[in-house]
């Protein structure tokens, strides 16, 4: 016995499990479920019930995408301000200015998978002006913090 019975695996897994990180160790944070050691955790996530949450979480994964939606939104609608307040330019111009930002929130995180599908919502929304045109998507910022603006897209 001594001092080297400290560092046996038994032992080791008494402390670990005298901490509690046993728990934290095995336990399916998806289908919040605990299993009991490493072989029963490897069970669990070939289980049919896990797989399935899998699917759900894959297909779902609805708060972390909206999160990064309405960051990107509002990142390239603040660098339209701020770039091409007055000014009708391509979108496509716009957004490889946006991207050039090396911390700029990836489209692939958002809910949108094309710039066109973007800009129509930006043009649906209000937040922009949009047009199609030969030329492809121009985009047009629309100032709301001013009235002398108000009128102009009157026909
Ligand atoms: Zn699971």
Not at 109 to 118: N, V
Request: aromatic share 10%; proline share 2%; hydrophobic share 30%.
């Amino acid at each position: 016995m001594g001092k080297n019975e400290f560092l046996t695996p038994k032992a080791i897994a008494n402390r670990i499990k005298a901490k509690g990180l046993q728990k934290l160790r095995w336990y399916c944070q998806m289908c919040q479920k605990q299993c009991r050691d490493e072989n029963g955790f490897k069970c669990h996530c070939m289980s049919e019930s896990h797989q399935r949450q899998m699917q759900v979480f894959g297909q779902n994964p609805t708060r972390i995408i909206s999160g990064y939606s309405e960051e990107f939104e509002s990142m390239f609608l603040e660098h339209m301000k701020r770039s091409h307040r007055f000014s009708r330019i391509a979108a496509t111009v716009v957004y490889n200015e946006y991207i050039s930002d090396r911390n700029h929130v990836h489209m692939n995180s958002t809910k949108w998978t094309t710039l066109t599908e973007f800009i129509k919502y930006l043009g649906k929304a209000g937040k922009l002006k949009v047009e199609e045109t030969p030329k492809g998507w121009f985009i047009t910022y629309i100032d709301n913090d001013s009235d002398s603006v108000q009128g102009e897209d009157e026909e």
